[in-house]
């Protein structure tokens, strides 16, 4: 019988942190779940492990660099020369299912995520403290379950292509679910703002990182408000990221300051980011490597970037000329800097719509303006869907968003092929604005539904 891929995933991940498998031990099992979360036996176990969720994420594959290119070479930002043969195909839309994209890692933060939150922490060895520090890490692991469906369903889900589907949603593991069906999108985005509630319920302020390499109570609130942007839930994208602000944590990076932010780690502005060093780094196949004329350099940014920002903007110090060809010069400036998820800038625009879209037009306005100020930039007079999209095009510029914020406003999207020539545009609506679903995961399970426009 054909292997369940995501049940195949999950017990991979099993395995490789806890068991010792034979061939004949390939299903998963109650009795590896009870397994598995036996050997949790200590708040330092449970650290370990969702240290390994936090290095999925960082993957070349995912968050390190192959998620956050694909969707910006998707936009009118940039495009993809050729230069070593990569993104061409994601750039002009021909994905294949062949392809498993970000299926696997992050069905692998998954898995680990419901390890940790299955595990009955009232029996770990420890201190009290100790034992609130594993409630705090169980914390941590609702929301990178969160996220990691939260892609998922961006990626591969039917909300731009007229259909219900989204994806699996995946809450444990060994509790006899081995074929799991796709669910529906409202399904999928209850249970990740369901699980990014837990998270902020359960994490700690006491334990708060700093380094903001690790998810705290706030990254949770964060994420919620990108989450019900997304999906058209003002008031609680309005609420969330309220929570984010009135926290005093966090603020916006000054105009002076603004370059130089993408080159330090942890920063005031910063809110979620994944950890990178010298040492322990995606080398070449990292987003310097792609965006940089040094090395691979097949990300080019297009002219008409230029035209978005005004002269005085601080947001074209991070753009520059190698020779004739206009590159992202400033963020991710080089293999060992951290890659932020979320930031606060974003969170103000996140609140700042929300309002919009409820109706409060002087408390859009005002707080749409914030960003603009510190920029040395032109600011608004009114509030628009058009004005939202650009604020939030010259803001968030390279860090994957702008592909989703053009469909979730039902936007077509332009094709360019390596010779920067328009095709077809993509209209909303068309099959390709939905990655299909891999093809192993088809194949091992039948209750699996391929998207449309790709077989199966």
Known sequence: MKKNNIIYIIFAVVCGVFLSCSTEDLDPS????KRSEEALNSVGDMEGLIKGAYNRLTSSGYYGRDYLVTNEV???NVFSNGNSGR???QGEFGYLPSSTYIWDDAYGVIAIANILISRDISTLEGSEE???YARHIQGQAYAMRALAHFDLLLTYGQQYTSGDLGVPYITGFGTGDDFPSRESINSNVDNILADLQSAFDLMDEDFYDASKEFMSKYSAKALESRVALYFERWQDASDAAEAVIDSGIYSIVSADNYASSFMDDGGANSIFELAFSGTDN???NSLEFIYRGGTY????VLENVLSIYDADDVRNDILGYEGDLLRNMGKYPDRASNVIVIR???VILNYAEAEFRLGNN??????LNMVPEYRNAEQYSTVSEDNFLLERRKELIFEGQYYWDLLRNGRDIEVLNINQNITDPIEYGDYRLAYPIPLAEIDANSNITQNPGYGG
């Open 297 to 300: 350099g097949d990300i080019q």
């Open 30 to 33: 109650l009795e590896q779940s």
């Open 344 to 346: 606060y800038e974003e």
């Open 362 to 367: 002087a408390e859009a306005l005002e707080f």
């Open 74 to 76: 998707r936009t009118p």
């Open 87 to 89: 993104f061409i195909t």
């Open 130 to 132: 100790d034992l609130a």
């Open 282 to 284: 995606a080398g070449s």
